[in-house]
Every structure is written in C-alpha cells, then in structure tokens.
C-alpha cells in the first residue's frame, strides 16, 4: 500500500539514442480512493523563493506529470518500487513494442535489451 512521500522509479529508453534513464515518481497525495504520484523533474521541481535552500514542487503542476491509481491496487506497470524492477518492466516493453527503426544507425533492440540486461545483473545482490 502507497504512502505519501513513497518514491517509484520508471525506466526509459529514449527512441533515437538508445539512452537509459530513471524517472521519480513521488506520491504527493492519497485522497478520493486515489493515490496521486508526481514527476519530479525540473518542470515539477525548484527553487520557490529567494531564500537559501527553498525547493519544493512548483505551483501549477500540468496533468502530463501526474499518475495516479485507485487506493489499494498495484501502481501501472512502468512505476516499480526498486531499480532492478523498473529495468525487468523495460526490458518487457521494449521486447513487446520496440523495432530497430526506432533507433539510430547502429543501435538494436536486441543490444538494447542486452544493455538493459547487463544493468540488471549489476542491480542484483
């Protein structure tokens, strides 16, 4: 069950460069049998004021950043509770959507998903 401040990560692999990275979701709320998760990027999250060491989530969240699910469910499939979770569910996507044309010459799905792969194994204990 979500608690607020429970932070899950989302793996991407941008189309084009093949680049891996770690997205945060931040559960900001829970209200209306809703958990509410936020993105925290550099569009969600910054320097409020002029005073020293005042960040926070900036006003005005657009809806693009948010996620949300119904209390007591699993959150959607890209948002998983650890890191080596959130590679196995990219590694599902890709090998479920992905094609070679996505990419730039020379990257592959298949050296994607051996890259993701290999970062998994690192992941583990």
């Given at each position: 069950?979500?608690?607020v401040?429970?932070?899950?990560?989302?793996?991407?692999?941008a189309?084009g460069?093949?680049?891996?990275?770690?997205?945060q979701h931040?559960?900001r709320?829970?209200r209306?049998?809703?958990?509410h998760?936020?993105?925290?990027?550099?569009?969600?999250?910054?320097?409020?004021s002029?005073?020293?060491?005042?960040?926070?989530?900036?006003?005005?969240?657009?809806?693009?950043?948010?996620?949300k699910?119904r209390?007591?469910e699993?959150?959607?499939p890209?948002?998983?509770?650890?890191?080596a979770?959130?590679?196995?569910?990219e590694?599902?996507?890709?090998?479920r959507?992905?094609?070679?044309?996505?990419?730039?010459?020379?990257?592959t799905?298949?050296?994607?998903?051996k890259?993701?792969?290999?970062?998994?194994?690192?992941?583990?204990?």
């Open positions: 069950m979500a608690k401040g429970d932070i899950y990560l989302e793996c991407f692999v189309d460069t093949g680049k891996v990275t770690f997205e931040i559960v709320t829970i209306g049998g809703y958990v998760a936020i993105q925290k990027s550099i569009c969600t999250w910054g320097k409020l002029k005073k020293h060491g005042d960040y926070g989530w900036l006003p005005s969240i657009d809806p693009m950043w948010r996620t699910w209390v007591g699993k959150p959607p890209k948002l998983a509770k650890t890191k979770q959130a590679i196995r569910a590694i599902a996507n890709i090998k959507w992905a094609e070679d044309d996505d990419y730039d010459d020379g990257i799905v298949a050296s994607i998903v890259k993701l792969e290999g970062m998994l194994k690192r992941e583990r204990p």
